[in-house]
Every structure is written in structure tokens, then in C-alpha cells.
């Protein structure tokens, strides 16, 4: 019996999807972002990239890839109107469910760096706030200093319990440069689980580290006998700084960064 042929037209919307897919994805976290992005969705980096080429994408993966991102699924699916989604500026914060309501919270942690305490309502029933932890917000510059300092906590980061592995070795931290543009726009937050430094299991992903004095959010990459610490997008401003993998090398890693929050403009 000779196999139905599948519509030019649904051949063509699915084209346009993965090249949608792929031009967030680029642009979002960069040529080489297809892991990471991967990684937040849960799947398989083969599997993304498989997507990427016109594999039909499951309705919860393109759920978790429009949540993630900020996409709006209406310029994803057809291509019409903004690339991005718009805040919730319009609706009534009494309507908004306690995960909303933290949501919101977060999103205006992002737009006002200089008011950076964010906590839950009072509101907030028992059993909804316990899924969520409560991570110290630090200067980056105090990244290095074991342990939390109380006097220097600059406010609080209400995340989900499960994207926070080890609570008590995590610190949030907020990007003051674009060295990780558009992956991480400046003004972003970060969580970084101090707990996790061994280069071999950090190979391409991004990590907080200090090579050179000063404290910074980067890609890390094994090259033969050095550490390879990449900005998103390196530059004159922004270059790529090569450590030997020897016992110099020695806590030059400060921790994996496991969850972030960008704002999208």
C-alpha cells in the first residue's frame, strides 16, 4: 500500500517553526547555545537540534521553549506580530495566582536593579510557598568569600525548590556587564551552585569563576592542558582568558550557574 505523502503546506509550517526555534535559540544563547538551552528543557541536546531541522516538536516542549525564552507563540507558530512577549503590565495582581504573583516579583527584580529584595506574599499558602527557597542575593565582587555574609546580602531570589539542588552552597549574584549578551543581558540574576567546580563536569556549560581578580559569569571550555574561560560573544572588551589546568588552576572555578532570569527587550 503506497504511504500518504505529507502536505506541502504542513512541510512548509513545520520548516518555519524550526527556523523560528533556531533563530531564538541563536540569538538567545548563541551559536553554540543548543546545549544549554537543551539542558533547561530537559532533553537531550540531540534531540533540540533534531527540532531545529523540522522533527515535529511536542506541544510541552514548545510550552517549556515559550517560557523559557518569552517567545510569543504567535509570531512562533505563524510569524505574526512581536518576536517577544510583553510583561503582564495590564493585569490586576488580585487575579494572579501566588506562582504569577512570584513570577511578577521576579520580573521586577529585573527591571529595578537598585531595589533588589524580593519575597513572597503574605498571603501565600503554606503548602505553595514550601516548594520555593529562598536564595541570598550577593554583590558578584563578594562571589569568592566562602560562606554568606548577612551584612553584605543584598536581598533574596524566591526560586523553586527543585532548580536548586543544593540550597545551602547556592548564592544569587547579578550580571553588571553584557560580556553574556544575549544569553544574559546586563541586569540579569543568576544562581550559582558553589557546590560544583570540577571542570570535567563543567565542560561547556557556564560557570562562575575568577581567573583574574575579579569574579565573572562566563562559558567554561577544556583545551588540552587549559582552562578556557569564553565570554557569550569575545571581544577586545570581553576576551577570552586561558588558565593552566594545574594547581594554579585551584579554585579559579566558584560554581556552576544552574538557573538565571533575564529580562527581554
Known amino acids: ?30 551559536e553554540h547555545g543548543g546545549p544549554e538551552l537543551a539542558r533547561r528543557l530537559g532533553l537531550p541536546a540531540r534531540t533540540w537540534y533534531n527540532y531545529e531541522t523540522g522533527v515535529t516538536v511536542p506541544a510541552e516542549v514548545l510550552l517549556g521553549f515559550i ?17 517577544y512577549q510583553r510583561g503582564l503590565n495590564g493585569l490586576d495582581l488580585a487575579d494572579l495566582a501566588p506562582i504569577e504573583l512570584i513570577r511578577r516579583g521576579l ?13 513572597a506574599p503574605e498571603n501565600m499558602p503554606g503548602d505553595v510557598l514550601s516548594d520555593y527557597v529562598a536564595v541570598n542575593l550577593v554583590p558578584l565582587k563578594d562571589l569568592a568569600r566562602r560562606g554568606v555574609d548577612s551584612t553584605r546580602v543584598d536581598g533574596y531570589i524566591m526560586a523553586f525548590r527543585q532548580w536548586i539542588p543544593h540550597p545551602t552552597e547556592t548564592v544569587g549574584v547579578q550580571v553588571t556587564d553584557d560580556s553574556m549578551f544575549p544569553v544574559l543581558p546586563s541586569g540579569s540574576l543568576v544562581a550559582i551552585d558553589r557546590s560544583v567546580t570540577d571542570p570535567q563536569q563543567l565542560q561547556g556549560k557556564m560557570v562562575a569563576a575568577c581567573p583574574d581578580e575579579v569574579p565573572m559569569i562566563c562559558w567554561l571550555d577544556l583545551s588540552g592542558r587549559h582552562l578556557i574561560f569564553r565570554p557569550n560573544q569575545p571581544n577586545r572588551e570581553h576576551p577570552l582568558i586561558p588558565v593552566e589546568l594545574s594547581g594554579l588552576a585551584s579554585g579559579v572555578i566558584l560554581g556552576q550557574v544552574i538557573w538565571s532570569w533575564s529580562r527581554f527587550s
Open 1 to 30: 500500500m503506497a504511504r500518504k505523502k505529507t502536505p506541502k503546506t504542513r512541510i512548509n509550517v513545520k520548516a518555519s517553526l524550526s527556523r523560528r526555534l533556531r533563530e531564538v535559540r541563536q540569538e538567545l544563547f548563541g
Open 67 to 83: 517560557e523559557q525564552t518569552g517567545t510569543n507563540p504567535t509570531w512562533l507558530l505563524a510569524g505574526e506580530g512581536p518576536k
Open 107 to 119: 520580573e521586577k527584580l529585573e527591571q529595578e536593579p537598585s531595589d533588589v529584595r524580593v519575597v
